[in-house]
Every structure is written in C-alpha cells, then in structure tokens.
C-alpha cells in the first residue's frame, strides 16, 4: 500500500495523439462538441458519452458522473431521478459544470452550464426507449435516499415486476431529463511535454468567440 504513494509521484506519459488550432475549429463549438464525441465512439471507447457533472449549492461544489443522451443545437441532455441530491442542488443553483475525459484521445472538454429540465414529452420519449428492467428501475430507486438493505431494493425491484407484469411501464414522474446550455467550451488536447493545446469559446449560443489559452 505504501508503494502506491511513490507510484503516483512516477505515473506520467507524454500526450501525443493530436493537435488542436484556434485557427483549424469550427465557428459553432457544438460541431467540435460532436465530432470529438464521434470519434470517443468510433473508437469505442467504454462509456464515451460519460461526463462529471459539477453542482454547487452554498459555495460547496458536489460531483458525479452521468451520461450524455442527446445533443441538441442548444445543449447536452441528461436523465436521471428529480428527487436525487444533484436535482436538489440544481433546483437550488441550475449553474453547473461538465467534465468530458477521453483519456485514449488525449482529449478532455469543460463546459460551464445552465441547466432546466426537460419537457414532459421529451422524457416520456426517452424513458420509453429503455430496456424494461431500467425502467423497472427508475421506480425502485428513491436515488440518494438512504436504503437500508441491497435486500430491500430487491424486494422493490420485485414487486414492480409484479405490478407491471403485462403491462407498459410508465415514466415515474419523479424521472426525467435536464438540458445543460453551455456559455463556455473549453477543448483541450494533450501534447507532448505538457504543453497542451487549449481552445476556448465564449458567447451566448448564437455567436461564439475563440482564444488559445496558455496550457
Ligand atoms: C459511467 C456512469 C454513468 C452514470 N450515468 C448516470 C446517469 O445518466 N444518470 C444518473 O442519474 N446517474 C448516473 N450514474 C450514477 C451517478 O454517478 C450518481 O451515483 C447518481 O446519479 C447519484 O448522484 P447524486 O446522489 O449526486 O444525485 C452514472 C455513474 C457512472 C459511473
């Protein structure tokens, strides 16, 4: 256990898949946004449209990983249970961060957001494409609720078979999306000796203004 401390201070690697140029990207950053997403995918990295996504309510930030479920031309969209602690926090603060970390493309992407949930309709649509049992699912979990037993979920799951036997199983109204609407985009690839190419852009989803910034 010791040598895992000495082991850290010596991890290191260069960084050397590819380049990034302020004069090379796109006027809108959703296009960067999404080939870096399609190329994380062609190269099938494992959860390649998972991202940190930062809250922070009274000057005390929290962090968790979701997963990316659509892109629109106004911003990133998430699902998960309105009653767990990261929609309490975005309820109370709905400006928020994202961290996208590719590490086989030497690539990482920080957003900074606001978020609102989504239409109705838009997470009826997508609970809908599911698979039954994460459907199931999403009624058995009060998510970040204190569970006494992996028994007692067990025991939902269970029931909520039962229940739903036959039948469609609807979206719980405590489950639904958020969109995220970035004003700012940092893209980041790795280069060798640490100086990394750093490519960011501010504006206000209509017009967006690129800089370098020093790695
Ligand atoms: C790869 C990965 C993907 C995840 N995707 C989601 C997701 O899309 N939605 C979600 O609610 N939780 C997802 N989780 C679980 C969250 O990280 C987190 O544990 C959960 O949402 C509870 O967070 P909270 O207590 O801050 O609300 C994912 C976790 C991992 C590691």
Known sequence: MEDIRKEMRDLRRDFDYGTLDVKDVPENPFELLKSWLDDAVKMKIKD??????????????DARVVLIRDITEKGIHFYTNYGSKKSKELAANPKASVNIFWPDLDRQIRMTVEVKKLPESLSDD??????????????A????????????LEENLAALEKQFEGKEVTRPEF?????????????????????????????????WTTKRLYP
């Open 126 to 139: 997508y609970f809908a494409t599911r698979p039954r049992m994460s459907q199931i699912g999403a009624w």
């Open 175 to 207: 489950w639904g999306g958020f969109e995220l609407t970035p004003s700012y985009f940092e893209f980041w690839q790795g280069r060798p000796s640490r100086l990394h190419d750093r490519v960011i852009y501010e504006g206000n989803g209509s017009a």
């Open 48 to 61: 390649a449209n998972a991202f940190v996504l930062s809250t922070a309510v009274n000057g005390q930030p």
């Open 141 to 152: 979990s009060a998510q970040s609720e204190e569970l006494e037993s992996r028994e007692k």
